[in-house]
């Protein structure tokens, strides 16, 4: 399918209320867009001002802002089933909950954790890179609770490689400046705070290094965004290409404090490419038409 497919997420959320005034604002052709939705869902939150492809998914029962259900995620779940099997040229998803998709019996962390199950092939992996303008944040590791982190040496060296790869061919970047947060505060402090630095990140640095990627060895990460941060407000060029943090909150909290409603949470390493807000399901401003559409005008954008 030779378009842009928006699935509108959890009807219960703010997706279908930020995708109809995210493409009211942005206006793109009528040929490029397809939205996975329904009706009743799309005519209960808004109107849209240019009549995009409306591909229908089942929704009977009511409406009900800001409360997961079962429902509710069996929806997001058949949306996102009905994205991948159209093989677009691009998808962009409007937040689910996660909670609903467990009530629903789909036991997925996430958007990026279904479609890799359901894109990848060859030993494809579904990576999580989080843009705001030119500040690039790739997670190495996913949704998992912190003392569940684990990863190795060879781990890290393919999914750099990878990132350097998508530089490369994606943004025209032929040699990037990578960043790696220390996986310990003060990056162990040689081995006194934690011995990660030593025995997975400094020896995957290295290999990486002689391969040609440009990638410091593991700073501290409670300093390391501080110029991004003023790079980003003052509009120069950020430091580093991309910043790779080892966790979610490592990597996620600063992007989201600098950026706001501008992050783009986009998943790279398969065939297409997705994108999506930085911000969840919203419900308890869900259904009050308050809810800002700036996440998903990014998300849109980037494809466009």
């Known amino acids: 399918m030779n378009k842009i497919v928006i699935t509108t997420g959890d009807p219960n959320g703010i997706g279908a209320e930020v995708t109809i005034k995210a493409l009211n604002k942005l206006q793109p052709e009528k040929e490029k867009i397809a939205i996975i939705s329904n009706k009743k ?3 209960f939150y808004g109107k849209l001002d240019i009549d995009y492809e ?3 998914i089942p929704f009977e029962n009511e409406i009900t802002p800001g409360k997961a259900t079962p429902e509710s995620g069996e929806f997001s779940y058949q949306c996102i089933m009905k994205a991948i099997e159209l093989k677009p040229e691009a998808i962009v998803t409007a937040p689910i909950a996660k909670n609903a998709l467990y ?4 036991e997925f962390n996430g958007h990026t954790e279904i479609f890799q199950k359901f894109l990848a092939h060859d030993g494809q992996k579904a990576e999580m890179l989080f843009v705001a303008k030119d500040f690039h944040v790739l997670l190495l590791t996913r949704h998992c609770a912190l003392k ?3 990863f ?3 781990t890290l060296i393919e999914k750099i490689s990878k990132l350097q790869e998508f530089f490369n061919t994606k943004l025209g970047i032929a040699s990037p400046k990578f960043a790696l947060c220390g996986f310990n505060p003060h990056s162990g402090e040689d081995g006194i705070l934690g011995h990660e630095e030593i025995e997975i990140l400094n020896p995957a640095v290295k290999v990486l290094r002689a391969k040609g990627v440009n990638i ?3 700073l501290p990460a409670d300093t390391l965004f501080v110029d991004a941060a003023k790079c980003y407000y003052s509009d120069k060029k950020i430091p580093y290409d991309c910043y ?3 966790y979610h909150d490592q990597g996620l909290i600063p992007i989201k404090t600098v950026a706001g409603d501008e992050t783009v949470n986009m998943t790279i390493g398969l065939d297409i490419i997705r994108t999506s807000p930085g911000h969840g399901t919203a419900f308890d401003i869900a259904g009050k038409n308050i809810a800002r559409e ?3 005008i990014a998300a849109i954008s980037k494809l466009l």
């Not at 009530?103 to 789909?106: I, N, P």
């Open 216 to 218: 410091t060895y593991p």
């Open 294 to 296: 700036d996440g998903m």
């Open 103 to 106: 009530m629903a019996g789909h």
């Open 244 to 246: 790779i943090a080892n």
């Open 54 to 56: 409306i591909i229908e």
């Open 148 to 150: 569940e982190i684990s």
């Open 41 to 43: 869902i799309l005519d």
């Open 152 to 154: 190795d040496k060879d």
